[in-house]
């Protein structure tokens, strides 16, 4: 083995140059994710990002690491099939909120609770911008758009309740301009075993200007993390989404990711059809 | 059902080859259900013509399966008095009705029950030995205790003792047939997870879904004990991203469905074809569309197998030309999806998947596994990279130096996503490439025979269309049978060849449009006379039905 060789956050970035809008919140969690990778000091080549579709499912190939960018709605299951395959990668799955919470939601719960140790990451800017501005599930319900005019109607998801309910082992929110604060929670949660969920309150300066004062709104959480559930719902449900900061550390055992030591005999297999 | 299914054991045991199906209403548990079996002394693969003996233990809602359960003059049937009248379907099948009081024999016997009195009497029939059979009996019921053993063997043995009166029914055993070869006893089912397992799958991701269940029930132990894993998916979307999410890994992944779930999987299984991500999907076929019929074959995927994916997406499908084919098939759908890491459907159905039949111990092949890997990519390592034929040295997660996107957008060489025409085109040249310029061997078909009168078929109906094509040459008929197992691409050359010089031919299949004729139709020049014979399920197609098709093309 070489000397370690201390790896920077410029390692963990590829030289493609992102689509996304001037001003956009995602540039700013690229930046926290390879500034975690560095934290870690995970080679490159034992990182897999795994995507689904929309602006901020870009981000593997802005990444120097394995990636996948896959179908609209499925990065969850992708990247739970290659962590149970291969339980030594460090496996992030990242997205944007019509990804993870509208097309994809039913993988969403359920890789809540199946638990199996991988982050996902979602840049949540309530809106869907790769279409051009249509109402994701967490747009208020007065939004107004070409495709619901008047806005939707509609209570808008709350992902953070709904992944502790479903059985999330870490729940977090961040804002994507503390890049510092985003960069230490995604770290936090690469670490925590089992299922871990951070939604990054990331702004869509195109579609959604008024966002850009999402930045005088955020505010730290005031407490420290519970692993009590009840405890975790009720202060996630009575504040004011803005609120951002580790809002639940559980203490659940991860998905088995464990294989047999002894591997069998393959005419093991066709014993029992012998006449 | 369980007395069926100890009737093929002893059937075995005693050296015969045999198949059983079931026909079952659409309850959970209970209803009316038929056990249906073929016995004889050589491998018999499929049922034909009419059944030689039918035994009724409750003839309520018999008229749900009677289309199914064909009786001619000469078919004996048992039926309890205290079971109800007769049913007109059969009684005007034939006159040959031995009333037996089988459930007041049972009742007779403390802890009897009817299906062991009639499982004595079918053997007695058939001409099995009592005490060959009393030992399976007691080898079965052993966890359930002494007493159990005792009211089954007083049970068989009493419908051992009424089966004399059953002269009319052919006895065929036992041991008509000293095989020195090694015999199995299995379903379709298994047999594929056997291929899967066999051919190197360590990753699969099930949803359940009938007929396909079995598959992925098979697995799950099995794949803890070859050291590979399964996971339970939340609906089938997830099963086949988990599939190629594992399969991205490295590690060779399968999962198993039936039409629904196939249609659900099918933008992902575009992915895996843009991407060039290795995976198997097994589709076990039932009557379709929507939820059709799920417990009851028919070959109605063609369509969805071949023509599915949006956009040119060039992928494989391959379909068992018999039960026992379904172990070679499926292996062989693991080598060539890992050989050009691309999506492979296997298309298999409720017949081949749910029945257990007897076959000779398939042989052992040499296919597994070999994906085109790098271990050691250089600087300018590219995942798509243009080969003469079209598969690119694949990185996995874990080696240094190959990191990729790998993408469903289109891409460039490197995977870097690219909307220009040049990328598009060649990226498309080399998928389609690697497909169709694969060395795929004398496996694409399995053809029997010469002459000049051709039967083309694939998956479940190649095995009446071998038999009525036997019968055929028995009459003296030169037929040539040609079963498809290589369905996508399709080997139009290999076929011309088997073709030429024919005069007429039959494309025979079960579905309702004949969707492997047009499909032949749609890449071959087929000769003038050729024509299509099929029909939906759940009706089989037989081989009294296509020899009758041979005859009645011959005459003219």
Known sequence: ????????????????????????????????????????????????????????????????AYGFHGVHGRALPLGTGLKVARPELTVLVAGGDGDGFSIGGNHFLHACRRNIDITYLVMDNQVYGMTKGQPSPTTAPDWDSALSPGGTGLRPFHPLVIALASGANFVARTFSGDIKGTTQTLVEAIRHPGFSFVEVLSPCVTFRPEQREWKSAVHAAPVTPTDDPARAARRIMTDDGFNTGILFRGTRDPYSLARSDTVADMTAFERPFEL | MTAGGLLLDAAGKAGLYGLQTRSVGPQIRGGEAAALLRLADWPVETHSGAFDLLLALDWSNFSRFAAEIKLDARSVVIADP???????????????????????????????????????????????HEADLIELIAG?????????????????????????????????????????????????????????????VRFAAAYPITPATEILEWLAPALARAGGTLVQAEDELASVNMIIGASYGGVPALTATSGPGLALMTESIGLATAAEVPIVVIDVMRGGPSTGIPTKSEQSDLNIAVHGLH??????????????????????AVHLAEAMQAPAIVLSDQFLGQARMIVDRPADIAFVAARRRTENPDDDYARYALTPDGISPMSVPGVAGGQYTADGLAHAVSGTPSSAAEDHLAQLAKRRRKIDEFVYGDHWADIEGDGDFVIVTWGSTAAPVREAAEQARAHGLHIKTVAVRLLAPLKVAALAHELDGARRVLVVEQNETGQFHRYLRSLCDLPADTRAVHHPGPLSVTPDEVLGEILKEHSL
């Not at chain 2, 079971?83 to 403390?110: C, F, R």
């Not at chain 2, 007493?147 to 065929?172: K, M, N, P, W, Y």
């Open chain 2, 82 to 128: 205290v079971s109800g009248t007769v049913p007109e379907i059969v009684t005007a099948a034939t006159q040959n009705i031995v009333e037996l009081p089988i459930k007041e024999i049972a009742d007779n016997i403390s802890g009897g029950r009817v299906n062991m009195v009639a499982l004595g009497l079918l053997c007695g029939a058939i001409g099995l």
């Open chain 1, 1 to 64: 083995m070489n000397a370690p060789v201390s790896l920077k956050a410029s390692d963990y970035k590829s030289d493609l140059k992102p689509v996304w809008c001037p001003g956009c919140g995602d540039y700013h969690v690229l930046l926290a994710v390879t500034k975690a990778l560095a934290e870690l000091q995970r080679p490159a080549h034992d990182i897999a990002v795994i995507s689904g579709i929309g602006c901020s499912s870009r981000i593997p190939a802005y990444l120097n």
């Open chain 2, 140 to 200: 079965k019921l052993v966890a359930k205790g002494a007493s159990a053993i005792e009211a089954g063997t007083a049970c068989l043995h009493e419908g051992f003792q009424h089966s004399t009166r059953l002269d009319a029914v052919t006895a065929i055993g036992p041991e008509r047939r000293q095989t020195g070869e090694r015999r199995w006893l299995l379903t379709g089912n298994e047999a594929a997870g056997l291929g899967a397992l066999r051919g190197g």
């Open chain 2, 311 to 332: 956009g040119d997406a060039p992928h494989l499908v391959v379909a068992p030309v018999s039960l026992a084919d379904c172990l070679f098939t499926t292996q062989w």
